[in-house]
């Protein structure tokens, strides 16, 4: 079962060595690699062609492609989705690296289970070594997915996961060009609605948080609109499709934060509106959203998005 590890590239010069050997290094061998180098500025794809010459086994299953302009995370991760051919495809950030037998132990998995989505266990790293180990969610899967709609209760990573692509493609679930911040927000509660979904508790996965420049340490109004975006994308796709309503709660929840974030960067609520349609129900939530609508505070819809989603965490028992 071919699998497609998929990496997009810009300004890592620092890190995509390591990235590359761990990945060059699998014990699995039916790959296919796809790098998308986004106009890096720097030695990142010279650095990435020297590591792949000291693995010439892996040559031919090595594709590089070089986009003629800047588009972004979501564009590269777009372009190299659309090149694979693998039946399942993982994501890797070049910044992060991974443990030698991540393939082998999801592939088997999913072989076991004929599961969609394989997650595995992740530890964060900084440059003086490896910090806080996560283990993959073991609830059930629709509590699973009420912690990822609330938001920050759970992360919501694209990567550390082996994901069968036919089924992407059937529920035509892409990453969106000029969706950079919040793009795996914008794939993963949407993947999960569907999908049949297992985990291991394996770390396969090591993902850096002392780079400086990453959009977790420059937020921006831009980056706002981004995740505006991203959250469009879940409300369209839940209102399709979860008919019962079973997440309309932790999806509102969750939209009191993405919508005083805008008020936060200074978006007036008509603009917000236009990158993220949304109609709320409900009396509490629509206080929260007229009040944002009259110029209140955003501060207030905040502290009223920490206190609805601890109560909600308190209901469902996983306070």
Same mark, same amino acid.
């Given at each position: 079962?071919?699998?497609?590890?998929?990496?997009?590239?810009?300004?890592?010069?620092?890190?995509?060595?390591?990235?590359?050997?761990?990945?060059?290094?699998?014990?699995?061998?039916?790959?296919?690699?796809?790098?998308?180098?986004?106009?890096?500025?720097?030695?990142?794809?010279?650095?990435?062609?020297?590591?792949?010459?000291?693995?010439?086994?892996?040559?031919?299953?090595?594709?590089?492609?070089?986009?003629?302009?800047?588009?972004?995370?979501?564009?590269?991760?777009?372009?190299?989705?659309?090149?694979?051919?693998?039946?399942?495809?993982?994501?890797? =950030?070049?910044? =992060?690296?991974?443990?030698?037998?991540?393939?082998?132990?999801?592939?088997?998995?999913?072989?076991?289970?004929?599961? =969609?989505?394989? =997650?595995?266990?992740?530890?964060?790293?900084?440059?003086?070594?490896?910090?806080?180990?996560?283990?993959?969610?073991?609830?059930?899967?629709?509590?699973?997915?009420?912690?990822?709609?609330?938001?920050?209760?759970?992360?919501?990573?694209?990567?550390?996961?082996?994901?069968?692509?036919?089924?992407?493609?059937?529920?035509?679930?892409?990453?969106?060009?000029?969706?950079?911040?919040?793009?795996?927000?914008?794939?993963?509660?949407?993947?999960?609605?569907?999908?049949?979904?297992?985990?291991?508790?394996?770390?396969?996965?090591?993902?850096?948080?002392?780079?400086?420049?990453?959009?977790?340490?420059?937020?921006?109004?831009?980056?706002?609109?981004?995740?505006?975006?991203?959250?469009?994308?879940?409300?369209?796709?839940?209102?399709?499709?979860?008919?019962?309503?079973?997440?309309?709660?932790?999806?509102?929840?969750?939209?009191?934060?993405?919508?005083?974030?805008?008020?936060?960067?200074?978006?007036?609520?008509?603009?917000?509106?236009?990158?993220?349609?949304?109609?709320?129900?409900?009396?509490?939530?629509?206080?929260?959203?007229?009040?944002?609508?009259?110029?209140?505070?955003?501060?207030?819809?905040?502290?009223?998005?920490?206190?609805?989603?601890?109560?909600?965490?308190?209901?469902?028992?996983?306070?």
């Amino acid at each position: 079962m071919k699998v497609s590890v998929l990496v997009p590239v810009y300004g890592v010069e620092k890190y995509i060595e390591r990235c590359a050997v761990s990945l060059f290094e699998q014990t699995y061998e039916d790959l296919e690699y796809i790098f998308v180098d986004d106009c890096s500025p720097d030695n990142s794809i010279e650095i990435l062609e020297n590591v792949l010459e000291r693995y010439p086994h892996r040559k031919e299953q090595t594709t590089i492609i070089q986009l003629e302009e800047n588009g972004g995370l979501g564009n590269a991760r777009k372009v190299s989705f659309k090149k694979a051919t693998g039946e399942y495809v993982t994501f890797v =950030d070049s910044d =992060d690296f991974v443990s030698e037998r991540m393939i082998e132990l999801l592939v088997s998995k999913a072989q076991e289970t004929g599961a =969609d989505i394989t =997650d595995g266990a992740y530890s964060y790293y900084t440059d003086g070594g490896v910090e806080e180990q996560v283990l993959p969610s073991q609830d059930s899967q629709p509590v699973y997915l009420k912690k990822l709609l609330l938001q920050h209760v759970v992360t919501n990573q694209i990567w550390a996961r082996l994901i069968n692509r036919k089924f992407l493609i059937d529920h035509q679930l892409f990453f969106q060009p000029g969706v950079n911040m919040a793009e795996d927000y914008r794939m993963v509660p949407r993947m999960l609605l569907k999908a049949r979904w297992t985990t291991i508790k394996d770390v396969i996965y090591y993902y850096r948080i002392d780079r400086t420049g990453t959009f977790s340490n420059a937020i921006s109004r831009h980056h706002v609109i981004s995740a505006l975006k991203a959250n469009a994308a879940v409300v369209e796709y839940f209102s399709l499709h979860d008919t019962q309503r079973e997440y309309r709660t932790s999806l509102q929840i969750g939209l009191l934060l993405a919508f005083s974030s805008g008020g936060e960067a200074g978006i007036p609520y008509e603009e917000m509106q236009a990158y993220c349609p949304y109609q709320p129900s409900g009396l509490l939530f629509r206080c929260c959203h007229y009040w944002l609508r009259k110029g209140g505070s955003w501060q207030l819809v905040r502290a009223c998005y920490r206190v609805m989603k601890r109560l909600y965490c308190i209901k469902l028992g996983f306070a």
